[in-house]
């Protein structure tokens, strides 16, 4: 009797010390780690002490970002946007269609490795991954709901209040909770699993063409800017693109600097298979016509990387079988895990 | 002439009685606080300021009225004649002419004293502009707007000042001209920075502030100054840009004078 009551006593203090830990760390230890920095990657930029992943975070935000709730009528969500199949860029759309069937005015860039971006969209207009989600939300073209209402209708509602509660320890539904649970959820989103990523680690083996491919991408200056694990140097250039399409001057629409008209940020080439069309206006359909435009189509900008005007020659001098071989060393970048994870599937 | 000197007398007495009175009744305890409450009185010239269909008319001859008038005052500071300062930090305070509780603001527990001239930002400053998302709470929470809109929120910052309303001379279809002033100088490039501070002096009066005295500063604005550095509703109907904002910015950086101070006992 008096030993059970001991153990009894003893299971109730560890559930108890369970319980604190629960609360503490925000969420029950899940298997696989939600986030973490793969090898050869460097560390994020974003910092994770100000919003620590916690599984019930990652689910709530998860849940926002694929529920239409975001949207004025209901009807488009991120994921409307962002296919996970696609690298979370729109399939198919150069432009996508948002709320009343209207078209915005860029490419949707997908959403990968998100956690070592210091600027969001084309023209780095965003500098916080927290602050990022406001824009589509509030622009016309795309959500044209205000903040404020989605709070209310996420407070109203059945489910999202119980949600909270699990990710934060109270059914308090404010900006910060809401805007840091989606910045959750997008920070999961790591891709470092490609084909390229398992030769690296000595896994894979790359075809002759594939390696041709990528001592060309060397070769020819593709990773002076294409840079790093990342695939990016997070800067913006202007690449020889003139603003036939849609005026859009880029980086110039943020810091009113002439110098900046016509740069737009390196994109990550990661995934780039899979995130057809290219280029911020959707100009290209693949990559064939992307890497003729390097080789044949750069254009004077007025602010032209000079990394693109070299030896007197603008673009990137390239024979037809050198582009196809880029081409093929591309595509090692695609992540079939990441594309087809369910963890960041819809639900 | 006797009744008269009794009269002085008497007079001279009381008002002594009056003097004596007050300043026991001002001595200043070392932990003695009150508040301050700063009201912003916005004027257009002579005129009170009406929202919606009173037409004024600018320095350019242009007429206009004015449907929205928002800003921000935040970083206030006040000053004693002995040079030393009371500051408030993350103290974020929006004006709303179409919200008479804005229109005052109110700064807590400062130390009794006597101050002869304050300083205050309008905007938000820098810091705070690329502060965490938890430091946004309040009238800087990106939800708190609606349809009155403070925040860009594909060019993150805050619209630090903002007028709108209906001129015949404007280009728009619509006769609408909206000017929204931002800029805190850019984070991950320089951008422009409109961010003024405006530094007003109480003159021969001074904020007294006591136990039981919590002055209230009034602040006469004239709208007719956000014109009065080259802004044209003509020439520009829409003002987004940070950096074609700045003749505005540095108009409406003179629009503010102090009118009176009350210094009443509660």
Redesign the interface.
Known sequence: MNSSRWRLLAVSLSFMGWLASCSILGGEASPAPLFSVPATFPQPTY?LS?NPITSDGVALGKQLFFDGILSRDGSISCGECHNQSHAFTHHGHGFSHGIDNQEGTRNAPPLINLAWQ??F?WD?????L??FS??P???PLEMDE??????QKLRASKEYPKLFKKAYGSEEIT??RF??ALSQFMLTLVSANSKYDQFLAGKAQLTTEESAGLQLFKDKGCAKCHSGALFTDHSFRSNGLLPEYTGDLG?Y?????EA?KNKFKVPTLRNIEVTYPYMHDARFLNLEAVLRFYAEGVKETGSLDPLLKQNGRLGIPMTADEQQKIIAFLKTLTDQEFLTNPRFAAP | MKKSFLFSALTALAFSFTIVSCTKEEEIGPNDKNSISIEFDNYVGGEKLVLGSKSYKNSLGEDFTVSTLNYFVSNFSLKKADGSEVKFPNQYFLIRQADTKTLTVTLPDVPAGDYTSMSYMIGVDSLKSISDVSQRTGVLDPASYGTDNMYWSWNSGYIFFKMEGISSVATTATKLFQFHIGGFGGRTSVTANNLRTVTASFGTNTAQVRKNIAPTVHVVTDVLQTFSQGTSIAKTSVMMNPAASKPFADGYSKMFKVEHIHNDKI
């Open positions: 910092d100000k210091d600027s969209f780095g207009g965003v500098f916080d927290d602050l406001i824009a939300i509030e622009n205000k903040i404020g209402n989605v709070l900006t910060e805007l840091k980086r629409r943020i810091t009113e600097n900046d």
